[in-house]
């Protein structure tokens, strides 16, 4: 079983940045690609980036290249995930996920834990 705890969303100006962080506890989390999601008000949870165990490969949703950038740190077993440029239509709950595997994941029922999700609200 993996624990994850999102944190570091709030209110932010267009234009903005924000640096959310989503902590784990659990099984080893250097055997975990990790990913972030977001869920807008009536929307489906929808891919925004994933990295893989070891940190060495990235993936990004079109949405966001260029604006974003998934990291971890596998001594604090934190994924992070550094926006910026951010736009009223970012407005969404951000959620990571863990996956027991090797690659990289972009599709939500890929992932086998889910953290409880922070608000990013981008005001214009």
């Known amino acids: 079983q993996v624990q994850l705890v999102e944190s570091g969303g709030g209110l932010v100006q267009a234009g903005g940045s924000l640096r959310l962080s989503c902590a784990t506890s659990g099984r080893a989390f250097s055997n975990y690609a990790m990913g972030w999601f977001r869920q807008a008000p009536g929307k489906e949870r929808v891919f925004v980036a994933a990295i893989n165990r070891s940190g060495s490969s990235t993936y990004y949703a079109d949405s966001m290249k260029g604006r974003i950038t998934i990291s971890r740190d596998n001594v604090k077993n934190t994924v992070y995930v550094q926006m910026s440029s951010l736009k009223p239509e970012d407005t969404a709950v951000y959620y990571c996920?863990?996956?027991?595997?090797?690659?990289?994941?972009?599709?939500?029922?890929?992932?086998?834990?889910w953290g409880q999700g922070t608000q990013v609200t981008v005001s214009s």
């Open positions: 996920a863990a996956k027991s595997g090797g690659f990289l994941y972009s599709q939500t029922y890929e992932y086998d834990y």
